[in-house]
């Protein structure tokens, strides 16, 4: 809650968006995806690193985020993605 802020909600859509369209789904890819919407949004990569991971697998810490992202698989990447933004909009975060 703390982290999410008004940029949050597009840079997720963005994010969420670039790996769908991505072809070769492989963890490189994916960072480079995501730093790519970071620079595009005018912030630091990491300041959206643990959202991410939070989104994905419900946990702010674990394992390399990029494999983790890449063994979960574009599909269910993408759905999950999908899916916390959907709840987002459901919940007040003021």
Same mark, same amino acid.
């Given at each position: 809650?703390?982290?999410?802020?008004?940029?949050?909600?597009?840079?997720?859509?963005?994010?969420?968006?670039?790996?769908?369209?991505?072809?070769?789904? $492989?963890?490189?890819?994916?960072?480079?995806?995501?730093?790519?919407?970071?620079?595009?949004?005018?912030?630091?990569?990491?300041?959206?690193?643990?959202?991410? $991971?939070?989104?994905?697998?419900?946990?702010?810490?674990?394992?390399?985020?990029?494999?983790?992202?890449?063994?979960?698989?574009?599909?269910?990447?993408?759905? $999950?993605?999908?899916?916390?933004?959907?709840?987002?909009?459901?919940?007040?975060?003021?």
């Amino acid at each position: 809650k703390k982290k999410w802020d008004a940029i949050a909600p597009e840079f997720f859509a963005r994010i969420k968006s670039r790996l769908d369209n991505l072809s070769d789904f $492989r963890h490189e890819n994916i960072q480079k995806e995501y730093e790519e919407t970071a620079a595009e949004l005018n912030v630091k990569p990491g300041q959206y690193l643990q959202l991410f $991971r939070v989104l994905l697998v419900g946990e702010s810490i674990g394992p390399a985020l990029w494999d983790t992202a890449e063994l979960l698989g574009k599909n269910e990447v993408v759905d $999950r993605l999908e899916n916390a933004l959907e709840a987002v909009k459901t919940i007040s975060l003021t």
